[in-house]
């Protein structure tokens, strides 16, 4: 399976030799680029890339932070290319889910590993998970443990990391929870909070003061971004 990359960059050179170090890759597809915010979100909309390496700073009044906004909760990992080896911006980045961060120059042998990298991460869960109807194998050290769907209770992520809970285990996967929710075997948790995914069948009480959902015992944060979801749960109806 080849993994999609698409280009974002004002350098119309650089763009170049991205697509050229790309090329050299069986594992990579250049899927496209551009050097402007607007057509960006077109085209991505459009090409529906797995990776966007993008610089930081597109247009005068547009970055990457305008882009990833205007994407929303897609199905992409990032690639952040800064012009300064700014600590501020490096930080910001890390609040982009499954991102990197890349000072310019740089070569290309250093791009191109950040690549075959996520390329690795996202066959990683296909390694690590193996489904069936309702069940799942996952992979702890040298063992897969069999584990019910309807036991799941909730994923946590925290930076390119998910941990899979249950009543008493938990497993975790290098792997970004908008990824992982995109996959059809998990279309039964809802997003809940920028770190938080429920499975909607274990939710028994929502409180809309406190701001959380209860999971029997457990209690789970939600954010105000995602109250449409939560509200959703409540009119599906709780357990």
Same mark, same amino acid.
């Given at each position: 399976?080849?993994t999609?990359?698409?280009i974002?960059?004002?350098?119309?050179? #650089?763009? /170049?030799?991205?697509? +050229?170090?790309i090329?050299?890759n069986?594992?990579l597809?250049?899927? !496209? *680029?551009s050097?402007?915010?607007e057509a960006?979100?077109?085209?991505?909309k459009?090409?529906k890339?797995?990776?966007?390496v993008?610089?930081?700073?597109?247009?005068?009044?547009?970055?990457?932070?305008?882009?990833?906004?205007?994407?929303?909760?897609?199905?992409?990992d990032?690639? #952040?290319? /800064?012009a300064?080896? +700014?600590?501020?911006?490096y930080?910001k980045?890390?609040k982009?889910e !499954? *991102?990197?961060?890349?000072?310019?120059?740089?070569?290309?042998?250093?791009?191109?590993?950040?690549?075959?990298?996520i390329h690795?991460?996202?066959?990683?869960l296909?390694?690590?998970?193996?489904?069936?109807?309702n069940v799942?194998?996952v992979?702890?050290?040298?063992?897969?443990n069999?584990?019910?769907?309807?036991?799941i209770?909730?994923f946590?992520?925290?930076g390119?990391?998910?941990?899979?809970?249950?009543?008493?285990?938990?497993y975790?996967?290098?792997?970004?929870?908008?990824?992982l929710?995109?996959?059809d075997k998990?279309?039964?948790?809802?997003?809940?909070?920028?770190?938080?995914?429920?499975?909607?069948?274990?939710?028994?009480?929502?409180s809309?003061?406190?701001?959380?959902?209860?999971l029997?015992k457990i209690?789970?944060?939600f954010g105000?971004?995602?109250?449409q979801?939560?509200?959703?749960?409540?009119?599906t109806?709780?357990?």
């Amino acid at each position: 399976m080849m993994t999609k990359v698409y280009i974002v960059e004002r350098d119309q050179e #650089l763009i /170049s030799k991205i697509h +050229d170090s790309i090329a050299s890759n069986d594992l990579l597809e250049a899927t !496209g *680029s551009s050097t402007s915010f607007e057509a960006a979100i077109r085209d991505i909309k459009a090409r529906k890339p797995d990776i966007i390496v993008s610089s930081i700073e597109l247009d005068d009044h547009f970055t990457v932070w305008h882009l990833n906004k205007e994407l929303g909760d897609k199905n992409h990992d990032f690639i #952040l290319l /800064s012009a300064t080896d +700014d600590e501020q911006k490096y930080l910001k980045s890390r609040k982009v889910e !499954g *991102s990197k961060f890349l000072v310019k120059p740089f070569g290309m042998q250093s791009l191109r590993g950040m690549l075959e990298d996520i390329h690795k991460d996202n066959l990683l869960l296909s390694a690590k998970i193996k489904a069936k109807k309702n069940v799942l194998f996952v992979k702890k050290d040298k063992s897969y443990n069999r584990l019910n769907l309807e036991d799941i209770l909730y994923f946590y992520s925290e930076g390119n990391y998910v941990t899979l809970v249950t009543a008493d285990q938990s497993y975790i996967f290098k792997y970004a929870l908008t990824k992982l929710l995109a996959l059809d075997k998990f279309n039964n948790f809802v997003r809940v909070h920028r770190s938080y995914a429920v499975n909607t069948d274990k939710v028994t009480k929502v409180s809309i003061g406190e701001k959380q959902l209860s999971l029997d015992k457990i209690h789970v944060p939600f954010g105000r971004t995602f109250v449409q979801n939560v509200r959703k749960i409540v009119d599906t109806g709780l357990k």
